[in-house]
């Protein structure tokens, strides 16, 4: 039963998660609160380890939090199951895309769609931001690294990869 529910989820997500990776975190974290499957906690260490390893960050979700749930059997059925909805709609697509493609309606619904998106994901990281900034060292970390991101406009894989590193040698040492 329990994998029929994570198989309902993450195909639920797949479906209405429009704009990538990151577009999943606000139905991972309505998964966390609703079913415990996962912390918040660790949908924060979710997204650290999905950014720094290789492949798409929604699906490396999908994979670790069903393996948190039931195993490699768990795995396999939320990974598949996120990745269903964008494999039949991407046919369905490409058959009526020229059909489509210069349609007003089409194209103010997609352009409407950005900020929608960007809303879900801020109200998400806000959520994240207080389950994982929980000191000092974290926050200040934080702070700098967000700052840097707006500076230095280098590959976000840089600022992760140094949070990384100064958290560890933050918690091995304070």
Avoid: Q
Avoid at 16 to 24: D, E, I, K, L, Q
Avoid at 72 to 94: C, D, H, K, N, R
Wanted: hydrophobic share 50%; aromatic share 16%.
């Amino acid at each position: 039963m329990i994998l029929l529910k994570l198989f309902l989820e993450f195909f639920k997500t797949g479906l209405f998660s429009v704009g990538g990776g990151y577009a999943t975190m606000p139905f991972l974290y309505e998964i966390s609160n609703h079913y415990g499957w996962y912390t918040l906690k660790e949908l924060g260490d979710i997204v650290a380890i999905s950014v720094i390893t290789p492949g798409p960050v929604g699906i490396n979700m999908a994979t670790y939090a069903g393996f948190k749930t039931t195993g490699i059997t768990g795995s396999i059925v939320a990974t598949l199951a996120l990745v269903l909805p964008s494999y039949f709609i991407i046919i369905l697509v490409s058959k009526l895309l020229k059909r489509f493609e210069d349609n007003f309606y089409v194209r103010s619904t997609l352009y409407s769609l950005k900020p929608a998106g960007c809303g879900m994901l801020a109200a998400v990281g806000l959520h994240l931001a207080k389950t994982n900034i929980s000191d000092i060292p974290s926050f200040i970390i934080f702070a700098v690294l967000f700052y840097m991101t707006l500076d230095f406009k280098r590959n976000p894989l840089y600022f992760f990869l140094a949070g990384g590193i100064i958290g560890i040698i933050v918690k091995m040492y304070f």
